[in-house]
Protein backbone atom coordinates (compact mmCIF):
# COMPACT_ATOMS: atom_id res chain seq x y z
CA UNK A 1 0.00 0.00 0.00
CA UNK A 2 1.55 3.41 -0.57
CA UNK A 3 0.28 6.03 1.79
CA UNK A 4 -1.14 9.76 0.80
CA UNK A 5 0.97 12.01 1.22
CA UNK A 6 0.21 14.78 3.51
CA UNK A 7 -1.77 17.94 2.38
CA UNK A 8 -0.31 21.10 2.12
CA UNK A 9 -1.22 23.16 5.71
CA UNK A 10 -3.39 25.91 3.72
CA UNK A 11 -5.86 23.57 2.61
CA UNK A 12 -6.26 21.59 6.01
CA UNK A 13 -7.17 25.09 7.42
CA UNK A 14 -9.40 25.99 3.83
CA UNK A 15 -12.85 23.48 4.91
CA UNK A 16 -12.97 24.66 8.43
CA UNK A 17 -12.69 28.56 7.56
CA UNK A 18 -14.91 27.86 4.30
CA UNK A 19 -17.47 25.89 7.28
CA UNK A 20 -17.34 28.84 9.79
CA UNK A 21 -17.79 31.62 6.93
CA UNK A 22 -20.84 30.21 5.30
CA UNK A 23 -22.48 29.58 9.18
CA UNK A 24 -22.39 33.04 9.40
CA UNK A 25 -23.81 33.68 6.64
CA UNK A 26 -26.66 31.75 7.14
CA UNK A 27 -26.91 32.93 10.90
CA UNK A 28 -26.64 36.83 9.48
CA UNK A 29 -29.16 36.39 6.81
CA UNK A 30 -31.79 34.28 9.38
CA UNK A 31 -31.35 36.98 12.08
CA UNK A 32 -31.94 39.73 9.34
CA UNK A 33 -35.42 38.45 8.23
CA UNK A 34 -36.47 38.52 11.75
CA UNK A 35 -35.50 41.78 12.44
CA UNK A 36 -37.22 42.96 9.52
CA UNK A 37 -40.26 40.80 9.63
CA UNK A 38 -43.68 43.19 9.68
CA UNK A 39 -45.59 42.06 12.73
CA UNK A 40 -48.88 40.36 11.75
CA UNK A 41 -51.34 42.42 13.72
CA UNK A 42 -55.11 42.31 13.76
CA UNK A 43 -56.42 45.57 12.62
CA UNK A 44 -60.15 44.88 12.72
CA UNK A 45 -60.41 46.99 15.48
CA UNK A 46 -61.07 51.01 15.36
CA UNK A 47 -57.90 51.99 13.15
CA UNK A 48 -58.69 51.79 9.40
CA UNK A 49 -55.72 51.99 6.91
CA UNK A 50 -56.17 54.42 3.86
CA UNK A 51 -54.52 55.58 0.89
CA UNK A 52 -53.88 59.40 0.58
CA UNK A 53 -56.62 61.16 -1.40
CA UNK A 54 -55.93 64.16 -3.44
CA UNK A 55 -57.72 67.33 -1.95
CA UNK A 56 -58.88 70.01 -4.44
CA UNK A 57 -57.10 73.51 -3.69
CA UNK A 58 -59.78 75.35 -2.09
CA UNK A 59 -60.30 72.64 0.59
CA UNK A 60 -56.99 73.02 2.12
CA UNK A 61 -55.82 71.75 4.08
CA UNK A 62 -58.33 68.74 4.26
CA UNK A 63 -60.19 66.80 6.84
CA UNK A 64 -58.38 67.18 10.60
CA UNK A 65 -58.87 62.96 10.78
CA UNK A 66 -55.86 60.81 11.21
CA UNK A 67 -55.63 58.28 8.60
CA UNK A 68 -53.40 55.46 8.60
CA UNK A 69 -51.25 53.32 5.80
CA UNK A 70 -51.46 49.28 5.61
CA UNK A 71 -48.15 49.45 7.33
CA UNK A 72 -48.96 51.71 10.32
CA UNK A 73 -52.24 49.94 11.07
CA UNK A 74 -50.20 46.80 11.62
CA UNK A 75 -47.83 47.83 13.74
CA UNK A 76 -48.68 46.31 17.34
CA UNK A 77 -48.68 50.54 18.93
CA UNK A 78 -50.41 51.81 15.47
CA UNK A 79 -54.07 52.65 17.52
CA UNK A 80 -52.31 54.12 20.06
CA UNK A 81 -49.98 56.51 18.19
CA UNK A 82 -52.94 57.19 16.20
CA UNK A 83 -54.75 58.52 18.98
CA UNK A 84 -52.27 60.58 20.29
CA UNK A 85 -51.86 62.31 16.99
CA UNK A 86 -54.89 62.86 16.68
CA UNK A 87 -55.09 64.69 20.19
CA UNK A 88 -52.48 66.71 19.13
CA UNK A 89 -54.02 67.83 15.80
CA UNK A 90 -57.28 68.20 16.96
CA UNK A 91 -55.52 70.68 19.78
CA UNK A 92 -53.87 72.62 17.49
CA UNK A 93 -57.20 72.73 15.14
CA UNK A 94 -59.42 73.98 17.94
CA UNK A 95 -56.99 75.97 19.96
CA UNK A 96 -57.30 74.28 22.71
CA UNK A 97 -53.63 74.29 24.17
CA UNK A 98 -55.09 71.90 26.74
CA UNK A 99 -55.79 68.95 25.00
CA UNK A 100 -52.62 69.42 22.65
CA UNK A 101 -50.56 69.39 26.18
CA UNK A 102 -51.88 66.18 26.71
CA UNK A 103 -50.30 64.42 23.62
CA UNK A 104 -46.15 65.91 24.64
CA UNK A 105 -44.00 64.95 26.92
CA UNK A 106 -43.02 66.87 29.56
CA UNK A 107 -39.42 68.70 27.98
CA UNK A 108 -42.04 69.59 24.39
CA UNK A 109 -44.52 70.99 26.95
CA UNK A 110 -41.47 72.89 28.68
CA UNK A 111 -40.69 74.19 24.93
CA UNK A 112 -44.03 75.48 24.03
CA UNK A 113 -45.97 77.58 27.12
CA UNK A 114 -48.91 78.31 26.40
CA UNK A 115 -48.72 82.43 25.32
CA UNK A 116 -45.75 81.18 22.95
CA UNK A 117 -47.89 78.04 21.69
CA UNK A 118 -50.95 80.31 21.19
CA UNK A 119 -49.39 83.14 19.37
CA UNK A 120 -47.65 80.12 17.43
CA UNK A 121 -50.74 78.39 15.66
CA UNK A 122 -53.48 81.27 16.45
CA UNK A 123 -54.33 80.80 12.71
CA UNK A 124 -53.09 77.32 12.01
CA UNK A 125 -55.22 74.67 10.39
CA UNK A 126 -54.05 71.29 9.87
CA UNK A 127 -55.93 68.42 7.87
CA UNK A 128 -55.16 65.91 5.19
CA UNK A 129 -53.22 63.81 7.97
CA UNK A 130 -51.28 60.80 7.55
CA UNK A 131 -49.74 58.59 9.77
CA UNK A 132 -47.11 56.53 7.02
CA UNK A 133 -44.95 54.68 9.10
CA UNK A 134 -43.93 53.73 12.78
CA UNK A 135 -40.57 52.53 13.69
CA UNK A 136 -38.94 51.26 16.90
CA UNK A 137 -36.52 54.45 18.28
CA UNK A 138 -33.78 54.31 21.07
CA UNK A 139 -35.46 51.86 23.86
CA UNK A 140 -39.15 51.98 24.41
CA UNK A 141 -39.51 55.07 21.94
CA UNK A 142 -41.04 55.27 18.43
CA UNK A 143 -40.49 57.32 15.46
CA UNK A 144 -43.48 58.24 13.64
CA UNK A 145 -43.43 59.58 9.97
CA UNK A 146 -46.57 61.89 9.38
CA UNK A 147 -47.51 63.37 6.58
CA UNK A 148 -49.99 66.75 6.55
CA UNK A 149 -51.07 69.84 5.11
CA UNK A 150 -51.23 73.27 7.23
CA UNK A 151 -52.93 76.37 6.00
CA UNK A 152 -51.71 80.06 7.88
CA UNK A 153 -50.96 83.24 7.59
CA UNK A 154 -47.94 83.52 5.57
CA UNK A 155 -46.79 85.86 7.67
CA UNK A 156 -46.53 83.06 10.50
CA UNK A 157 -45.04 80.12 8.05
CA UNK A 158 -41.57 78.51 9.07
CA UNK A 159 -38.82 81.21 8.45
CA UNK A 160 -37.94 79.44 5.17
CA UNK A 161 -41.29 78.77 3.59
CA UNK A 162 -43.70 81.85 4.16
CA UNK A 163 -46.85 80.53 2.79
CA UNK A 164 -50.62 80.37 3.25
CA UNK A 165 -50.42 76.29 2.73
CA UNK A 166 -47.83 74.25 3.23
CA UNK A 167 -47.38 69.98 2.70
CA UNK A 168 -45.03 68.60 5.27
CA UNK A 169 -43.53 65.28 5.87
CA UNK A 170 -41.72 64.79 9.09
CA UNK A 171 -40.53 62.22 11.74
CA UNK A 172 -42.29 62.47 15.21
CA UNK A 173 -40.24 60.84 18.41
CA UNK A 174 -42.75 59.23 20.82
CA UNK A 175 -41.46 58.52 24.24
CA UNK A 176 -43.45 56.75 27.03
CA UNK A 177 -44.25 58.94 29.68
CA UNK A 178 -47.41 59.14 32.13
CA UNK A 179 -48.53 55.61 31.04
CA UNK A 180 -48.46 56.30 27.35
CA UNK A 181 -47.08 57.25 24.19
CA UNK A 182 -46.60 61.19 24.20
CA UNK A 183 -44.58 63.22 20.78
CA UNK A 184 -41.38 64.68 22.38
CA UNK A 185 -39.00 67.55 21.23
CA UNK A 186 -37.92 67.11 17.51
CA UNK A 187 -34.04 66.44 17.47
CA UNK A 188 -32.57 69.54 16.79
CA UNK A 189 -31.46 69.61 13.07
CA UNK A 190 -33.83 67.79 11.86
CA UNK A 191 -35.43 68.90 8.80
CA UNK A 192 -39.08 68.43 7.88
CA UNK A 193 -39.55 68.29 4.46
CA UNK A 194 -42.10 71.09 3.37
CA UNK A 195 -43.24 72.04 -0.12
CA UNK A 196 -45.83 74.78 -1.23
CA UNK A 197 -49.55 73.56 -1.82
Request: glycine residues 10%; aromatic residues 6%; neutral net charge.
Amino acid sequence: MTARPPAPARQRWLVPVLVVVLSITVGGGLLARELYRRPVVDTTGSIVPTTPTPVDEKDQPGPGDVKVTDDAARHPEGEAVRTVLQDYFDGINHRDYDQWARSVSKTRLADNPRTQWTSDYRSTKDGSILLYRIEPGAGSSLRVLVGFTSTQSSNEAPQGLKEGCIRWRLVLPMILEGGGYKIDTITPGTLPEQEKC
